[in-house]
Nanobody, 125 residues
C-alpha cells in the first residue's frame, strides 16, 4: 500500500522560511512525478512545485518561482519543499502527491493518484 506522509509546516511571519518533507512508503520511488500542491480557503487546488524522480526536471507555479525550491532524495524516498520569502498569500494546506509511471510532470492535480494527509502553512503579515 502506497502512503505519503508529510511533515513540517507551521506558522511563520512574512519573509520567513519553512521546509516541508514527504516520505513515500510502498513504492520504489522511480519513474514518478512527485510534487506539492496547496489549497487555500475558498480557492482551487494549485500545483506549487513538481519534480521527476529520475530526470530531476521541475515545474514551479509562477507565484512561487525564485522563492520555493523542490528537491528529492531517491535513496530515502523523500521529497522536500524549501519555502523562502513567504507571503501571507502562501497560507494554505499543502499536500504531497505522487503520479507513478509518468515520464513528464506537470502541476495538474488530476494526474496525481496518491496524496498525503496535508500540512498547514500559515504566514502572518
Amino acid at each position: 500500500q502506497v502512503q505519503l506522509v508529510e511533515s513540517g509546516g507551521g506558522s511563520v511571519q512574512a519573509g520567513g522560511s519553512l521546509r516541508l518533507s514527504c516520505t513515500v512508503y510502498g513504492y520504489a520511488y522511480s519513474n514518478a512525478c512527485m510534487g506539492w500542491f496547496r489549497r487555500a480557503p475558498g480557492k482551487e487546488r494549485e500545483g506549487v512545485a513538481v519534480i521527476h524522480t529520475d530526470t530531476g526536471s521541475t515545474y514551479y507555479a509562477d507565484s512561487v518561482k525564485g522563492r520555493f525550491f523542490i528537491s528529492k532524495d531517491n535513496a530515502k524516498n523523500t521529497l522536500s519543499l524549501q519555502m523562502t520569502s513567504l507571503k501571507p498569500e502562501d497560507t494554505a494546506m499543502y499536500y504531497c502527491a505522487g503520479s507513478f509511471f509518468r515520464a513528464r510532470c506537470a502541476g495538474i492535480a488530476d494526474q496525481y493518484n496518491y496524496w498525503g494527509q496535508g500540512t498547514q502553512v500559515t504566514v502572518s503579515s
